[in-house]
Nanobody, 120 residues
Framework: QVQLVESGGGLVQPGGSLRLSCAAS????????MAWYRQAPEKQRELVAT???????SYADSVKGRFTISIDNAKYTVYLSMKSLKPEDTAVYYC??????????????WGQGTQVTVSS
């Protein structure tokens, strides 16, 4: 059984910074892709950033230049460093992972979510 555990959310003032972490644990052979999504109240969940096990990244236009996704393959952990935060970044942030199991099959997992609130 694989679990994703997120941490690092909280309340921050506009212009501030936060770093989210998502650690995967369990029977994992390797990371295919890990990603961060977010969902604001009354809005659909949206993709924020992705990173492959090889380190290739992509970002939503709304966060380019402000957010950085990174990965530690040895720790099965993905990070999202967020700076210049805006009130519109307020949302529940979810970790998402496609991981290869010991059977060489790929499985899709979601974290429980962590709240990020940007407000003065």
């Amino acid at each position: 059984q694989v679990q994703l555990v997120e941490s690092g959310g909280g309340l921050v003032q506009p212009g501030g910074s936060l770093r989210l972490s998502c650690a995967a644990s369990g029977s994992i052979r390797s990371i295919n892709v890990m990603a961060w999504y977010r969902q604001a109240p009354e809005k659909q969940r949206e993709l924020v950033a992705t990173i492959t096990g090889g380190g290739s990244t992509s970002y939503a236009d709304s966060v380019k230049g402000r957010f950085t996704i990174s990965i530690d393959n040895a720790k099965y952990t993905v990070y999202l460093s967020m700076k210049s935060l805006k009130p519109e970044d307020t949302a529940v942030y979810y970790c998402n992972a496609v991981l290869q199991g010991p059977d060489n099959l790929s499985y899709h997992y979601w974290g429980q979510g962590t709240q990020v609130t940007v407000s003065s």
